[in-house]
């Protein structure tokens, strides 16, 4: 499984961005996808996921009301939508997927992309 990630950025607090994950590979089983993310010195933290067939969602606490995922069934692409963004954001942002065959929460990590840096200045 290939993972694409983009749409990472410097942002002010309150401001959006919406970050894209392409999937690809023909291991890729279409379970579910997520979004992961690792502020310096910190760990690696689970931020949402969506499981591929029903569309249902799962979000950490600290990103509730704030950030929507969805996914493109037909780019096999995931989605997240981040809004009202504060400093406490400022992650690297991994999408995720994992390799068995059934949606777990949280996300069963097994696939990685290669992250993308979201910064929220204050």
């Known amino acids: 499984v290939q993972l694409q990630a983009s749409g990472g950025g410097l942002v002010q607090a309150g401001d959006s961005l919406r970050l894209s994950c392409a999937a690809s590979?023909?291991?890729?089983?279409?379970?579910?996808l997520g979004w992961f993310r690792q502020a310096p010195g910190k760990e690696r933290e689970f931020v949402a996921s969506?499981?591929?067939?029903?569309?249902?969602?799962d979000y950490a606490d600290s990103v509730k009301g704030r950030f929507t995922i969805s996914r493109d069934n037909a780019k096999d692409t995931v989605y997240l939508q981040m809004t009202n963004l504060k400093p406490e954001d400022t992650a690297v942002y991994f999408c995720a997927a994992p390799s068995v065959g059934y949606y777990t929460r949280p996300l069963r990590a097994d696939y990685w992309g290669q992250g993308t840096q979201v910064t929220v200045s204050s």
């Open positions: 590979g023909r291991t890729f089983r279409r379970v579910a």
């Open positions: 969506i499981e591929w067939s029903t569309g249902s969602t």
